[in-house]
């Protein structure tokens, strides 16, 4: 018996020691990319269920693929300079795209955001490693304190760039003191120059470039981030959307509070998109959603504390419902002792080390700014721009630009979901009046400054701006005019009976067609070798086709048969009546000249007892 069970456990450990079975990968891509060479090699993978091996798998069968020129060509094989992508277009941005990258690579390894986030801003991605106690600095590396693993996300910067972080790749393996990634939106002397391709690469642990590794919590253990504060209770497993499951738990669901929560929650830059909110309520059902409101209360005279977690002053200022303007962050740097104000990474620190203490006092002569809020309108508008003059504000687009940057909705450029969401703010009476500052304008120094281009299309304006990696503030916005359609034509030639087509197709896939009339028959009696006489009928071939007219002497109405009908009809166009005849078949005696001789023929036939003969004229 013991050895039987002995057996069986020998089985039962085989069993579980082999490899799970993989799992064909599925993607369903634009037109443009399932075409192409790097659909195909995406869709032969198959995950293994190792998430580490299958994000590696999934960005190496991308190498090679370069930036299209316009929304029409996502296939990677076509190279451009618009940053246009397939995973941009996946992700709904086209823009600088390398953490766009590594979020799709994540999406179809089945890696979810609670593991490696979805983001398009390095900054942001990157504060939620940090957040969660998953990144290790570049000294760490090179110290030997952590060691690179293939399916970490390394996170780089620019001499030029100040910020945090301003490009991400992915780790693919790791091997004395090179690290060795696959990162979107750069360039190799292989594959591109103009930093739009997916490249392999490799860095030394010394070089500056290299800012952070982050570890993803593969193992599978929920990421939550510490919290000096209270969670929310958790919400019914059956709410569709984060204001259902907040007016679950008896919470406010405005716009301004949700802000808060997902600023509170390390989800920055919030602007109500279905992928922040998604990411909200997975949170609250797990009852793990921060409550911004759910810490103690702070001496009069200072700020609510902030989550410990918080990384970036903004962003824990608006957690506890404060201004996190660069001029209102003076007027509390100053309070504070903090002298000569310029936004610098210490003076934040400073400020941000007591907010979370509960310790950092408001200004003494300036209390927390109120938000004021337009007048609602009509709710009958349909366009924002109208919708503005109805209550008396300036309806252009600059204007525009720095209400949305008030009201959370970041690098506006006037889209009709941009519009929508100012606009349903505006009707409900919850659209924040901009502060006074110029427009585009802040105060986090030009070091922060990065110049974007977006291509236009064919029915689409592009743009060209300046805008802040640290607050999303836009400015030297300039408009790029559609360029309009440019169409080719290919043409299908219409037929005597069939009607024919002209296609007109632009390259970005728009096309139209236009219908070519048939042409109808050509029985022309006049050509020569188009009239064959024989047993008593004339054949007349048209002059395109292959179709015959056949014909019979004395049949002047051409409607099969020779009767009386045809004698009145002949008699009336003698007479000059306007009425239709057959001249063909009119001309009996085959002189060619219709006149009374053939009526008289027409009628001898029919009378019978004549010996006469119906002719053709050849």
Request: hydrophobic share 40%.
């Amino acid at each position: 018996m013991k050895r039987i069970r002995l057996c069986a456990a020998l089985l039962c450990l085989l069993f579980f020691a082999q490899p799970l079975l993989a799992a064909a990968l599925s993607y369903t891509g634009s037109a443009s990319y399932a075409g192409g060479r790097y659909y195909t090699a995406l869709t032969a993978l198959s995950l293994t269920g190792d998430p580490r091996a299958d994000i590696v798998a999934v960005a190496q069968s991308q190498i090679g693929y370069q930036e299209g020129g316009s929304s029409s060509q996502l296939s990677g094989e076509v190279p451009g300079s618009g940053n246009c992508t397939e995973y941009g277009r996946w992700y709904g941005l086209q823009d600088m795209w390398c953490a766009m990258f590594v979020s799709w690579c994540a999406y179809n390894a089945g890696v979810p955001t609670t593991v490696v986030p979805k983001h398009s801003f390095t900054v942001s991605g990157l504060n939620q490693f940090i957040s969660w106690g998953r990144a290790h600095t570049r000294a760490e590396v090179a110290a030997g304190t952590y060691t690179p693993q293939a399916g970490d996300i390394i996170y780089f910067k620019s001499a030029r760039n100040t910020n945090k972080t301003n490009h991400v790749g992915i780790v693919t393996g790791f091997s004395g003191s090179t690290i060795y990634t696959v990162e979107g939106n750069t360039s190799s002397s292989e594959i591109s120059t103009n930093g739009g391709a997916v490249c392999a690469k490799s860095y030394s642990t010394s070089n500056t470039f290299v800012v952070y590794v982050c570890c993803p919590d593969y193992g599978g253990t929920p990421v939550t981030p510490p919290v000096s504060g209270t969670y929310f209770p958790a919400c019914a497993q059956s709410c569709a959307t984060i204001t259902e499951g907040l007016a679950n738990i008896g919470k406010d669901t405005s716009y301004a509070y949700r802000k808060r929560i997902a600023a509170a929650n390390h989800i920055e830059e919030y602007s109500g998109t279905a992928a922040q909110n998604n990411q909200m309520l997975s949170l609250l059902k797990q009852g793990t959603l921060i409550d911004p409101d759910g810490v103690p209360e702070p001496a009069a005279d200072c700020f609510p504390a902030c989550a410990a977690s918080f990384t970036t002053l903004a962003a824990a200022l608006e957690s506890v419902g404060a201004d996190a303007s660069f001029a209102y962050r003076k007027e509390i740097a100053a309070a504070n002792g903090i002298g000569n104000y310029s936004g610098t990474v210490d003076q934040n620190d400073a400020m941000l080390a007591l907010l979370k203490a509960g310790t950092l006092k408001k200004p003494a002569d300036s209390p927390t700014p109120a938000v004021t809020y337009f007048t609602a309108c009509d709710s009958s508008y349909q366009s924002l721009a109208d919708a503005l003059r109805s209550v008396g504000a300036d309806g252009s687009f600059a204007y525009r630009a720095r209400i949305a940057a008030a009201n959370g909705i970041a690098d506006y450029e006037g889209t009709a979901a941009q519009n929508t969401q100012m606009l349903d703010l505006l009707k409900a009476g919850r659209l924040i009046v901009p502060d006074t500052n110029a427009a585009g304008t802040c105060g986090c120094g030009s070091a922060y400054l990065e110049h974007v281009v977006l291509a236009e299309t064919c029915t689409e304006d592009g743009a060209e701006y300046d805008r802040c990696t640290k607050c999303g503030a836009v400015s030297n916005r300039t408009v790029i005019p559609a360029a309009g359609h440019t169409y080719t034509c290919v043409t299908t030639a219409a037929t005597c009976t069939q009607a024919g087509a002209a296609v007109y197709t632009c390259s970005c896939g728009d096309s139209y067609s236009e219908t070519i009339p048939p042409r109808g028959h050509d029985f022309d009696a006049s050509i020569a070798g188009n009239v064959a006489v024989a047993d008593g009928t004339k054949t007349v071939r048209c002059s395109r086709c292959a179709a015959c007219l056949v014909n019979t002497p004395g049949d002047v109405n051409a409607d099969g048969h020779v009767n009386l009908r045809d004698v009145v009809l002949l008699r009336r166009v003698l007479a000059d009546w306007d009425v239709t005849s057959d001249p063909l078949n009119a001309d009996v005696n085959a002189d060619h000249v219709t006149d009374l001789r053939d009526v008289a023929l027409i009628a001898r036939y029919l009378a019978g007892g004549w010996d006469v003969r119906l002719l053709f004229a050849v």
